[in-house]
């Protein structure tokens, strides 16, 4: 029997606290976030979600694969960002696409295409659904006759392995959890984990250059891809397998980050490695802010390039339990190879963050294969990190206004990007909520800048919800754009974005992807509104 997701809130329905649970949780949250006033709210049921009738028929060989099933319209409307739990909380579904296709294979692309493109029916590509930017929504342009949500995850396995060129051709709808198991029986892995490992996949993670596990070098999924196969309205569009490539504008870079809107991604190469067997590792603790910054720089403009290189604030670390000691900064760095160990690596990253003040009061931790060290800072954050996003539904239900935002800047733009940012969120909290909490951390780093990930707690007031959670991203959005920032780091542009994402882009870039969305998608059906507007 297949575990049963939430409709409304984030991953497996099991996995939300019953009631008892939650009434103990709300002392924790209001002496750790300094609040008063939460409770738990009633959770919505799915019996009694409204769902206006679908907009269309279905018929001859769309119905083999497509579905009005009022279940599977609901668990297809939203991601999971803020807003998204939020309506669903509330039982508003009101944007449900009128179908589910369960894509089998290229051949229901292909038909998808047609039938959609003649009816004026839009189609928007789903993976995990775990989109926190409406980057799935099926929020279109009322022009559409009705919308067709195209789940791939029916396509999830390993095709083929090249062990001798460390590549894989995988589908694009395998999960983080599927394809790792599949290559593990070749001793290899994707070492690709972000946040939404469990749930999310590889078409979503190329549709959206998300970032994973490695802190420094592999950051993004385009560092992995090899080449990358994308049906579309006019046909197949496949890159050549090579390392690299001189010959014109990359076909990979421009499927890359394009969200849906040029065609839907169903297989790719990518690049592989063995499993780590050794592994080094040490959490340094920082007094000050700009120390703990400046040891980061320098150790991300070392070129040692450890795989983990994450700074948390005090707030965060405090918040997530991940340090006993009160208002210290950490850093967790860590190295890994399946060839040789690190220690020499770690050796000189040691001697860079002491000289920065950084304090060890662990040292350093070194291990083989099949060693699992628990109780440590870094065990605490992972933790921490995999629960997140099942404590945002929980925190949502007590009355929380909880979610995050990322960027990257150059290092010399940082300061006064983590200043204005800070200023302009938490006056907005204050404003709109009576008060609030800003956290930040670095989740990747490169020799030029860092990439900031903040998170924002808040009262919410029953009913207005929305409109402070508005109000806190507008102001994010704005001062990040305001101080050199990028709207989004590793987290796509979706439709949440796109008002900052205007503002970013060359114009004449715009017009470009303008025109190869034309090409592309003559009939304008592929997920409307996300990065361009169709003609």
């Known amino acids: 029997m297949t575990r049963p997701l939430s409709f409304w809130g984030w991953g497996y329905e099991d996995r939300f606290p019953d009631e008892d ?34 907009r269309l028929e279905l018929r001859g060989s769309l119905a083999e694969f497509c579905t009005i099933d009022r279940g599977e319209r609901i668990r297809h409307t939203y991601g999971r960002s803020y807003r998204d739990l939020m309506r669903g909380f509330r039982g508003d579904f009101s944007v449900a696409p009128d179908a589910v296709a369960r894509v089998r294979d290229e051949r229901d692309l292909e038909a998808l295409f047609e039938y959609c493109g003649r009816m004026g029916i839009a189609l928007i590509p789903y993976g995990g659904g775990t989109s926190v930017v409406s980057g799935i929504e099926p929020a279109v342009d009322p022009s559409y006759r009705a919308v067709i949500s195209a789940d791939l995850r029916a396509l999830d396995r390993v095709l083929e392995v090249d062990a001798v060129s460390r590549a894989a051709r995988i589908q694009a709808g395998a999960t983080g959890p599927v394809l790792e198991a599949q290559l593990a029986s070749h001793g290899l892995s994707l070492r690709h984990f972000p946040q939404s490992f469990e749930f999310s996949t590889l078409g979503g993670w190329l549709a959206t250059r998300a970032g994973g596990h490695f802190a420094t070098v592999y950051t993004h999924i385009d560092d992995l891809a090899e080449s990358i196969r994308m049906m579309t309205p006019i046909g197949a569009w496949e890159s050549r397998r090579l390392p690299g490539s001189g010959a014109g504008p990359s076909p990979d870079r421009m499927v890359l980050g ?43 403009q070392s070129y040692l390039y450890p795989t983990n290189c994450r700074l948390i604030d005090a707030r965060e670390a405090q918040l ?7 208002d210290h900064h950490v850093l967790l760095l860590a190295f890994e190879s399946a060839d040789h160990e ?44 995999l629960e997140a996003p099942y404590l945002q539904s929980v925190l949502l239900s007590l009355g ?16 006064a990007l983590y200043e204005g940012v800070t200023a302009a969120v938490e006056e907005t909290m204050q404003r709109m909520c009576g008060g609030g909490r800003l956290t930040c951390r670095f989740t990747h780093v490169y020799p030029d800048g860092p990439a900031p990930y903040f998170t924002f707690l808040a009262p919410a007031r029953a009913g207005d919800e929305l409109e402070q959670w508005t109000a806190i991203r507008r102001a994010a959005g704005d ?9 989004t780091h590793h987290h796509a542009v979706g439709r949440l974005h796109r008002p900052w994402y205007d503002q970013q882009r060359p114009e004449p870039f715009a017009v470009a992807l303008k025109a190869l969305k034309r090409a592309l998608d003559p009939a304008g059906i592929l997920n409307p509104g996300v990065l361009i507007d169709p003609a």
């Open 21 to 54: 649970s939650r009434r103990g949780m709300v002392a924790y949250a209001e002496g750790t976030l300094g609040f008063s006033g939460l409770a738990p709210r009633p959770l919505p049921v799915l019996d009694a979600v409204e769902l206006a009738p679908p």
């Open 258 to 300: 394009s969200e849906g809107t040029l065609g839907v991604i169903t297989e790719a190469w990518m690049r592989v490695f063995p499993k780590p067997r050794y592994r080094s590792s040490a959490s340094v603790l920082f007094k000050e802010w700009r120390a703990a910054v400046a040891a980061t720089r320098a150790i991300a």
């Open 320 to 326: 997530n339990q991940v340090v006993a000691e009160a």
């Open 342 to 385: 690190g220690k020499h690596k770690m050796a000189r990253a040691v001697e860079i963050v002491r000289a920065h003040g950084g304090e060890l009061p662990k040292g350093v931790i070194d291990r083989d294969a099949g060693e699992k060290v628990s109780g440590s800072e870094a065990s605490s954050w992972k933790s921490a990190f």
């Open 400 to 415: 929380v206004v909880a979610d995050t935002f990322e960027t990257a800047c150059t290092w010399d733009k940082f300061d």
């Open 479 to 487: 001062a990040l754009i305001k101080h050199g920032g990028t709207i």
